[in-house]
């Protein structure tokens, strides 16, 4: 217990040289947003996901297979706009490729813009969604979440996916004392599950309460505090901010 607490602490806090300084803490603000957005997608624009494919092509599978509150074309729509938001990524990857910091603050602005608008179109429709805004908020929630899970895999931050917990989840348990392993970063692995959680949790509270709105713009504000936190601390030419070993 008092490892996995460090090991939280340290991940909240990162210490003085850390290999991947402030990401940790920053990463886990990604995850809760991908909780957010989850809820935001699968209980207020007709089960379907926007962050989580695995899920996406497993409806995609029911769907085909008629079965009823499942819609192909909105599966495909998620997974063509997740794509989209991949291949996006890769680019500003490319792009930012010798500054973690800079690629960071540039994915997360993106996203921010992206966000804004769902929240834009959500409002003049007044929290209701039609057709039309079911798809507008699937294709930018799609395209920011591919944005957020390429960046993510840029940036190299052990067990902080932001999108991701099968891995993570099986590590807990693979690599347990009961198994025989050494449980490396047990803290970590904990609040990534815990941030995705939480947000899920939040979102679901938000949406079946009908606040639509501003579950979108809770996002919005993580997404924008992100990305000028981002900015902020990688000024200069900390170790942390390159890539590589």
Not at 75 to 99: D, E, K, P
Not at 179 to 206: H, Y
């Amino acid at each position: 217990m008092r490892g996995l607490l460090t090991d939280a602490f340290r991940t909240l806090v990162p210490p003085a040289g850390d290999r991947h300084g402030p990401l940790p803490p920053l990463m886990l603000s990604l995850t809760v947003v991908t909780g957010l957005v989850d809820a935001v997608s699968y209980l207020g624009l007709g089960h379907v996901f926007v962050a989580n494919m695995t899920g996406n092509v497993v409806f995609l599978g029911f769907a085909l297979a008629g079965s009823a509150n499942l819609s192909a074309l909105a599966s495909v729509v998620s997974l063509a706009s997740f794509l989209t938001g991949a291949l996006a990524g890769g680019r500003l990857g490319a792009r930012f490729a010798a500054h973690r910091g800079h690629l960071l603050r540039a994915a997360t602005a993106a996203q921010t813009v992206l966000v804004a608008v769902t929240v834009a179109v959500t409002a003049l429709a007044g929290g209701q969604v039609g057709t039309g805004v079911r798809y507008t908020l699937i294709v930018f929630l799609g395209v920011a979440m591919g944005l957020q899970n390429a960046v993510a895999r840029r940036l190299g931050v052990p067990d902080l996916t932001t999108t991701v917990l099968t891995l993570t989840l099986t590590g807990l348990a693979a690599d347990s004392a009961p198994a025989g392993g050494g449980t490396p970063r047990p803290g970590r692995r904990t609040l990534s599950v815990l941030a995705m959680f939480a947000g899920a949790l939040l979102g679901a509270l938000l949406v079946l309460g009908g606040h639509l709105v501003l579950t979108l713009a809770l996002v919005l504000l993580l997404l924008a505090v992100t990305s000028v936190a981002a900015h902020r601390l990688s000024a200069g030419d900390a170790p942390w901010v390159r890539t590589g070993p």
